[in-house]
């Protein structure tokens, strides 16, 4: 048996005795009341703490890459990405304000513009504004009239350069550096190749024949006023050919390119669909037993292994989720969710896509192999303009918004995905000795012709491969280091043609040559 006082202080059996001893002793004193049970009082509830609320801001992604159009007028900015409907705001500052006032005529004048920058949420102020872009550094800037703009290969140098008093260029990729003047074209080879942006970088080399060569890039204003074209870099060449100077740009990274593309992710009775877009887009699809719930938004990066997700609507309502997602392989995955910076851990499992050749639902690729057999063939362009292929050229031009100006066209036909139309292989007059020349397929359609695939970096001939992807004929090109293989991918043949293994061409071959004379010597306008 227990006995407890009145504040329910346990006490013994002796205590007992001698605190009734004492009261009988101290009449006056108050007396302690002692009760006894066989049981002890329940325990003290405790209550449980709430889960601490974990704040973060966004995430700040720098030095992300953009191009498009852009405008400004009384005091407002505006961007609108290639291939985008949406429209962001820009906060111009006086640096951005001041190029574009020496590039555009008037105010509201459309310009092209490369520049290096941020798409982050609105402030809390502007909940009618879903997101902003924030331009840090303009690296190139051009009137739309004056420019290929969003047709423009970006992704074919690493950086290049060039002046006119007198005639120079240099490009350089990867670990070769390509200096042409009027007198000579010299190729230098380049051991540290990595560009800085925000640095100044020189460049020292010596070709075959001992000529040295040295490069200076350094980020400053560089304007040709009477092109109307603004470049964020000074270029200065040291050579035995004399002094240059001139401006520069740097050429588009291809991490970007590693995100694109759908998504998909499943779990219990939860199917989730993401989508990265090349313009930057996102659209988050998630369905389960109770219905479908669409959020769309924007993604940003700049490494290869990590991608934010910024999700700013839900259907009409404006949202401010945030997901970071590391990259392995083809896999993303996070394990929280920042919701209006209040942090949210993802109960479970972490949240894992695996990236799709198409998105769920919408475009079924079958996988099957047609059995075909060819014919050795050499396919050259025919001596008069195709019509039809001329214009899906054209609307290829018109879809980016740009003017392709004076660029022309050489196009061959043939069937490379087996169903019994012929395709319509492009090149572009955009072309040099060291990169070839730049490429467009078109699918064969009832009616015309789709746009399929554009591939960089294109020396005739091409030769159509023996072996297939989702029904499309590999194609096999010649590189400086030998032959390689272009597969299709499910949406397209891959837009570079850098890192390719070399293969040995006879094993591949079908003996099928597409511009079997080389480069063309005949050209047709885009225009119609």
């Known amino acids: 048996m227990h006995c407890y006082t009145e504040q329910g202080i346990l006490i013994t059996f002796m205590e007992q005795r001698l605190i009734m001893r004492l009261s009988s002793l101290l009449l006056t004193a108050p007396l302690f009341l002692i009760a006894c049970s066989s049981t002890p009082p329940p325990a003290p509830v405790v209550e449980e703490k709430p889960a601490p609320v974990i704040k973060r801001d966004f995430a700040k992604i720098l030095e992300g890459n953009f191009r498009g159009q852009f405008s400004f007028g009384d005091g407002k900015g505006y961007f609108k990405a290639c291939d985008a409907n949406k429209e962001f705001s820009v906060n111009a500052n006086f640096a951005l304000r001041n190029i574009y006032e020496q590039i555009a005529s008037s105010p509201y004048t459309p310009v092209y513009i490369e520049f290096a920058g941020e798409i982050t949420f609105s402030k809390d102020s502007e909940k009618e504004i879903d997101s902003v872009m924030r331009i840090d550094r303009v690296h190139h800037m051009a009137l739309a009239k004056a420019s290929l703009q969003c047709a423009k290969p970006i992704d074919t140098f690493l950086f290049k350069a060039n002046g006119d008093d007198p005639y120079w260029r240099i490009n350089i990729d990867k670990e070769q550096l390509f200096f042409s003047t009027k007198a000579s074209n010299q190729a230098y080879e380049v051991k540290d190749s990595n560009f800085r942006t925000t640095q100044i970088n020189h460049v020292f080399t010596t070709n075959k024949k001992g000529q040295k060569l040295k490069l200076t890039i350094q980020p400053g204003h560089c304007y040709d006023l009477k092109n109307k074209e603004y470049w964020g870099y000074t270029t200065a060449v040291s050579s035995v050919w004399g002094e240059f100077s001139g401006c520069g740009e740097p050429g588009w990274p291809i991490v970007d390119q590693v995100f694109t593309g759908y998504y998909l992710s499943k779990s219990n009775n939860t199917t989730t669909n993401l989508t990265l877009n090349a313009n930057y887009t996102v659209e988050y699809k998630e369905k389960t037993l109770d219905g479908e719930i669409l959020k769309t938004g924007f993604w940003k990066t700049n490494s290869p292994n990590r991608a934010v997700v910024m999700l700013t ?163 096999l090109i010649e590189k400086q280091a030998g032959w390689s293989v272009l597969k299709f991918d499910g949406l397209s043949y891959p837009i570079h043609t850098r890192d390719l293994n070399v293969i040995n061409k006879d094993d591949y071959s079908t003996g099928i040559s597409l511009f079997s004379n080389g480069k063309p010597t005949q050209w047709f306008p885009i225009k119609m």
């Open 313 to 475: 609507k839900e259907g009409e309502k404006n949202i401010r989720q945030e997901l970071v997602f590391h990259r392995e392989g083809l896999a993303l995955s996070t394990t929280e969710i920042n919701d209006a910076n209040i942090i949210k851990p993802i109960l479970g499992e972490p949240l894992s896509f695996n990236k799709m050749n198409a998105k769920e639902g919408v475009e079924t690729i079958k996988v099957n192999r047609i059995n075909r057999e060819f014919i050795a063939e050499d396919i050259n362009p025919a001596s008069e303009v195709d019509i039809e292929i001329q214009k899906a050229v054209n609307d290829y031009f018109k879809i980016h918004r740009t003017d392709p100006k004076d660029t022309k066209f050489s196009a061959v036909k043939y069937d490379l995905n087996g169903d019994g139309r012929d395709e319509a292989i492009v090149l572009l007059d955009w072309c040099s000795e060291a990169n070839g020349c730049e490429m467009l397929i078109f699918e064969g359609r009832k009616q015309g012709y789709r746009f399929s695939s554009r591939i960089s970096r294109i020396h005739a001939p091409v030769i159509v491969s023996k072996t297939q992807h989702y029904l499309w004929q590999s194609l």
